[in-house]
Structure formats: structure tokens, C-alpha cells
């Protein structure tokens, strides 16, 4: 009689990790730091816009030759874009399920009602949502033009963004987006930490100091654009 073979095989240690809520929850802290990172470089960076026109574009310019000669024209640029494409996909993902997997465990609701959540806790959901649909008009606004209004200059950032922000729309949506950002922030840094390990009884209050501080600092940052767009401040 021939053997029988086995054909099963044990699951990777990466898809075991992905397979659990610790490892998704990993992975949203993770990835999430990489975003927060690249969004305080992106805030300082808005802030040229206020030393005029020459400097902005100047700046824009010098993020697609960052590298050089070393790297290509716009290669580091497109690393950039790349890792920040996973990070957002993977915290998207990884927050997806295990939102599912959160509804699954709870199918009724409880006897006793929870205590009262934060408010940046309860809209953590709908904040990201907001934020995803935020990136894509973003996008097709500043970086393709696809859906800028005033017509799109290629190369020419800073009468781009005075363009968008010339708009009633243009401020609502990205107030709106920057708000949810703040509060996103504000719970994400936090959550994070005690994630990867860093919070303790001692450290809770600091922690909680630093992301109230960076959601300020972040919030007020990208929403200082706008605001003087509409102010002549920048025009």
C-alpha cells in the first residue's frame, strides 16, 4: 500500500501574525507612525507656501530631484509614494477587519452599557473613512488635476493650491478632512503606543500629552493654508 502524502502545510509566521488581532493591530500602529511621520514633513512643507510663490515652487521642484544624481529624476519621490500607497492600504485593511472581526465577537448588544467613549475614540471609523475619500480628491485635485478648478498649471504648485483654496468647496473639504485628521491623530498616536508596548501607568499621561499636541500642532498646521488663501495672506 503506497503512503499516504501530506499535502497540508503549516502557515507562514508572517500569515500567523496577519491571521491574528495582534498582528493586525500591529500593523495599523506601524503603518500608522509611517503616515503620522510623513505627515509632519508634508505640514512643514505647506508652510513654504507663505514665503511666497518663488520659494513654494522652489520646494516642489527639489522634492523630485531628492537623490540626484545618485537616484533618478522623481525616483525617490515615487519610493515615497510607494511606501505611503502600503502603509495606507495595510492600516485600511488590517482596520477593516478587525472592525468585522469586533462585530462578529459582539453579535448582541451588551446588557450594561460601556462607559462613555471619547469622541475622537467613537468617530475613529468614520474618520477614516472620511480621510480615504479625502486622499483620492486630494490627489485628483493637486497632483493629476483631474478635478481642479481654474485650470491645472503643471509646475506651477503654488497658484495650484491658491486656485483650489479660491473655492468654497475647496476649504470646506479640506477643513472638514483635516479636523477628522486631528482627532484621528489624537486617538491613533495613543493607541499605537500601547500596541507596540510603550504605554504604561506612568507614561499614559505624556503619551496622551504628546497626541493632543501633535493632532493640535497637525490640525492647525494644514488648516493655516487655507485660511490664508482666504485671508489674501497667500495670493
Keep these: 500500500m503506497a503512503l499516504a ?9 508572517a500569515r500567523t501574525m496577519w491571521d491574528s488581532s495582534v498582528g493586525k493591530k500591529t500593523v495599523m500602529a506601524v503603518s500608522g507612525l509611517i503616515m ?9 512643507g505647506n508652510l513654504k507656501i507663505f514665503f511666497g510663490a518663488g520659494e513654494f515652487n ?5 522634492l523630485r ?40 465577537a459582539r453579535p448582541s448588544k451588551y446588557v450594561h452599557r460601556k462607559p462613555r467613549a471619547s469622541y475622537a475614540t467613537r468617530t475613529m471609523r468614520w474618520g477614516g473613512i472620511i480621510l480615504g475619500l479625502f486622499i483620492v480628491w486630494h490627489l485628483l485635485d493637486l497632483t493629476t488635476g483631474t478635478v481642479h478648478s481654474g485650470g491645472f498649471q ?40 500601547q500596541t507596540l ?13 504628546v497626541a493632543n499636541v501633535l ?7 494644514f488648516i493655516a493654508v487655507p485660511v490664508g488663501v482666504m485671508t489674501g495672506v497667500v495670493s
Design 5 to 13: 502524502t501530506r499535502t497540508d502545510r503549516r502557515p507562514s509566521l
Design 154 to 193: 503643471e509646475g506651477h504648485p503654488y497658484q495650484n493650491v491658491v486656485d483650489t483654496f479660491s473655492t468654497w468647496y475647496g476649504n470646506v473639504i479640506y477643513i472638514v478632512a483635516m479636523l477628522a485628521l486631528g482627532l484621528h491623530v489624537r486617538h491613533g498616536f495613543w493607541s499605537a503606543a
Design 36 to 44: 503620522l511621520l510623513y505627515l509632519v514633513v508634508h505640514m512643514i
Design 197 to 209: 508596548g510603550v504605554g504604561s501607568r506612568s507614561r499614559d499621561r505624556a503619551l496622551k500629552a
Design 58 to 62: 522652489h520646494y516642489a521642484h527639489w
Design 215 to 221: 493632532a493640535l500642532l497637525l490640525t492647525a498646521g
Design 65 to 104: 530631484t531628492v537623490g540626484e544624481p545618485f537616484m533618478h529624476y522623481e525616483w525617490t519621490l515615487w519610493l515615497i509614494r510607494i511606501v505611503l500607497v502600503v502603509a495606507v492600504v495595510a492600516h485600511a485593511v488590517s482596520a477593516y477587519q478587525l472592525s468585522r472581526r469586533d462585530i462578529r
